[in-house]
């Protein structure tokens, strides 16, 4: 690796986590303005987020005197820094230079990284000292495991299909980005890649702990549970986690399910910069749509699972929903 | 050589409360949990004490009308008729009829006002915000209707000793019925809402049951009583004000779905039942309305000689929107304030129920089976044991012994 | 499988809010300079909800009228009102009156009364707007 390129890597990552954190930030509040509406009520500005970080960060950081400040601290700055880097292996719209460490990872590396972040609220949260806190961390761990299941199905559902059609690394993003899988199947192959999406717009929810997988947090129950003891800059690194999180996880969706750029559908032909420009637009409003479905829409009708339920609910109803998905997807391999 | 014990895992023990998100009144619950799972559940009243009685013991009636109002920032109406329904026994008071229908209107329409409270409530702690911003819209118009026919959103200050302070004239009853239409359509609304969305169902189906029996035992009343299946109601079983004018039935679950199981979802079903009877009582009563005069004795001046003049005990009851309320008043000749006054509000009754609804449940239905009698802490707090560093338990022997000291030493005093 | 509330939520959504707004949407950086631009009719502010006509607001008082007779004093459940010994008339703190209207109804003269006024906060409780003499 030579000079320029180790430069632009850095670059790179520095501009993608700045990317991250704002528009993680802008989304939040866009959903927040979104779930009010539908509520019939005024909401915050859509900049609110932002306003809530800033007065985060001047508010004191408060360390409980049972709790073992070292990982107390460093939790929230692993989780951010986790959440930032898995946003360097996704393809986002067809840009110069994205992702930033293209050749480095493939999709079973971002199913581990996305656990990291969840791993380091575990950690905070057990380590904080407050029995809130560790039910809420015993339950976000059994959280991570439900999820998984679906999750993994559909992952797999895709690797396989690739190594059908022998591309040359088929569990690669790149390469997922290049072939949407819509156009590779049969009738039955696409109902089974629709009951693959319909898993992972409910997983969205769980991966970012919100209702109604939300029972490691659980206001009324627990009290803001693994959260319950951070507060000023720790809490605030959290909610930035969370934010890009969300970012991550939907554009996630958006490169499995709808990897099209705008400019395969019209041609942009006159400006290279309009182009790319009209399609890094196009992507944000995938990554909207992804999100509406995905998070404000389900967060705000229905109610909240007990935590026996959201295991039931992620093994054996999406379990077998992505299972079966995976299943059509096979079969209609085999049948063409 | 040791013998090592193996010690079965004993599980932990934790507290909900005083201060907690899913409690909106102090009390506190500590729990034996192995897990998610409650084996053991206790709570500990008494954090909200105001001393209210004591307040009421050195007012004349009237003020103490007032101050019963405050008891209780939702069922307002609910004391404020129990107590003048006390000293209305003793003074020997007529009440006119028509003062009982209008308090009857008020009290049905407070009772629509709290259950969607309870509505909006109850979805929130299920984490349900949609369906709690729904319930409060609705609730609403209620309060916007109570506020035209009284005056005030809250506290309506419309029961005097002998009557009722606000007339409610034909000129109003178009705005009524309007209202009465909006929430025949809200009913239907937040009936499918609460009734029929399945994560509700999954959350609240069979969790927090109090089964017949032990409903029987623990004598709960309103809602909670009769949604494990008790047929209880001061209205119907001891009619009251212009209810024995009316059609009025036990509203119990098994009207809606056909059975009893006595669970949080069927404390919901009955209390939307009775939304939408109260709907039906209070278009009953408009078009019975009699005409006359509203106070027995229109000047307070003279009404409070009356009562100085009077002597004797009396209780009020009133069916709350969370169950029976009981004033217990005692009136003495010569003096303007009451000798005696003891409110045991509808909640004092329903709190041990919630030992049998939590045990055996999970962490996650604390609040909602907390919130599933509709607890009212401060109108309950009676006793306050003000000795932070001992706990104790006062034995029923022990509170009967304190309460006959008591008793010689007021009956001492009077004899002076 | 049921969500009866996803219809009316997204129903919803392309309705105005149910809120009653402020009179600014935000707070302004200064009140006062806002005010001013109402005057000019360069900003507006959201009009005030409207309230019924027998809501029962901040007290009003007759001084002319009134005889003295304390019978107010005797009534009133949260000792709200002051006697004034030197001039045999009252004072009504509307700080700590509950707006039951008991006093306009015990009153001989008919000097006192329930207005439709509700904004009555402050910062002072012993302001002048919130002592009715």
Known sequence: ?336 | MKTIEVKKPSGYATQIGPAHPALKEPVMFSLDIEGERIRKADFVPGMAHRGVEWMGMRRNCIQTMYLAERICGICGITHSISFSRAVEQIAQIQVPNRAHYIRSIVGELERIHSHLLWAGVAAHELGFDSAFYLAWRVRENVMDLLEYLTGNRVHYAIIQIGGVRRDIVPDQFPRIEESMKFFEGAYAKLAAVFLDDTTVQMRCRDCGVLTTDEARELCPVGPTARASGIKKDVRVDHPYAAYGDVEIEYQTPDLLTGEVRGDVYDRIVTRLLEVKQSIGIVRQLLAMLPDGPLLAIPKPAVLLAKLKGVAGEAVGRHEAPRGEVMHYVRLEAGKDEPAAWKVKASSYSNYMAWIPMMEGEQIADIPIIAASIDPCISCTDRVALVRPDVRQIVTKEELHRLSVEKTRRIQAGLAK | MSFPMVPELLGSLFKKPNTNPFPAAQLPPTVTGLLEKVGKGEASLNPPVPVPEKLRGKMTYNRETCIGCKLCLKVCPAHAIDFIEGTKKIRIFVSQCIQCGQCTEICPKQCLALSGEFLNASHDRYADELVVD
């Open chain 1, 1 to 336: 690796m030579n000079a320029t390129s180790l430069l632009l890597t850095v670059a790179g990552t520095l501009g993608m986590a700045v990317f991250g954190l704002f528009a993680g930030l802008w989304f939040t509040g866009l959903d927040r303005v979104l779930a009010a509406r539908m509520q019939a009520r005024i909401g915050p500005p859509v900049r609110q987020p932002f306003i809530d970080l800033a007065k985060l960060l001047v508010k004191q950081n408060v360390v409980p005197a049972n709790a073992i400040p070292w990982l107390f601290n460093g939790a929230p700055l692993l989780a951010l820094a986790s959440a930032i880097t898995i946003l360097l292996y996704i393809p986002m719209a067809a840009l110069p230079g994205l992702p930033v460490l293209d050749l480095h990872g493939d999709l079973v590396l971002i199913m581990y990284l996305l656990l990291v972040p969840g791993l380091a609220m575990v950690a905070g949260g057990l380590s904080s000292g407050s029995p809130y806190a560790t039910i809420g961390a015993q339950r976000e761990m059994v959280t991570m495991i439900a999820y998984e299941l679906p999750l993994a199905s559909t992952v797999i559902a895709f690797a396989w299909k690739l190594a059908q059609t022998d591309v040359d690394h088929p569990f690669s993003l790149a390469t997922l980005a290049a072939t949407p899988l819509w156009t590779l199947v049969g009738p039955i192959g696409f109902m089974g890649l629709l009951l693959l999406l319909a898993t992972m717009i409910l997983v969205v929810p769980g991966e970012l702990g919100r209702i109604p997988f939300d029972a490691p947090e659980a206001e009324t129950e627990i009290a803001g549970g693994l959260l319950v003891e951070y507060s000023g800059r720790n809490f605030a690194l959290f909610s930035l986690s969370l934010a890009v999180k969300t970012i991550v996880v939907t554009s996630l969706i958006v490169a499995l399910f709808f990897p099209w750029n705008l400019t395969d559908f019209v041609a942009i032909s006159c400006c290279p910069y309009l182009a790319t420009a009209a399609n890094a637009a196009f992507f944000l409003f995938k990554l909207f749509v992804v999100l509406f479905f995905s998070v404000t829409l389900v967060r705000i009708s229905v109610a909240r699972f007990r935590i026996t339920q959201v295991v039931d609910v992620y093994w054996k109803v999406l379990g077998a929903l992505s299972l079966i998905g995976l299943a059509l997807v096979m079969v209609d391999a085999q049948i063409r």
